[in-house]
Nanobody, 116 residues
Framework: QVQLVESGGGLVQAGGSLRLSCALS????????MGWYRQAPGKERELVAT???????YYVDAVKGRFTISRDNAKNTVSLQMNSLNVEDTAVYYC??????????WGQGTQVTVSS
């Protein structure tokens, strides 16, 4: 069964850093475009960054220059290095395959809380 498991969240002061990790079980990881998403309280889930199977990346403007997405196809993991965090980054962070047609059941996510 395909399963997503996110980890690495926590409480950090503004300006701090966190590194999130996501493991995807099953054999589909290496060929998948993977994305990190986040959902802040009272808001819709939104895309943060994506990475293709060969490492091409995309970032939304809000995180460009601060976040770095990476992947390890040998370990079936995708990571999100988050630097210069601000309170607007507070959210539950999720990973998933990119694209509605390829989405798999969401994991539990990992909470990131940035204090001012």
């Amino acid at each position: 069964q395909v399963q997503l498991v996110e980890s690495g969240g926590g409480l950090v002061q503004a300006g701090g850093s966190l590194r999130l990790s996501c493991a995807l079980s099953g054999s589909i990881f290496s060929s998948s475009v993977m994305g990190w998403y986040r959902q802040a309280p009272g808001k819709e889930r939104e895309l943060v960054a994506t990475i293709t199977s060969i490492g091409n990346t995309y970032y939304v403007d809000a995180v460009k220059g601060r976040f770095t997405i990476s992947r390890d196809n040998a370990k079936n993991t995708v990571s999100l290095q988050m630097n210069s965090l601000n309170v607007e980054d507070t959210a539950v962070y999720y990973c998933n395959r990119f694209g509605n047609a390829f989405r798999i059941p969401w994991g539990q996510g990992t909470q990131v809380t940035v204090s001012s």
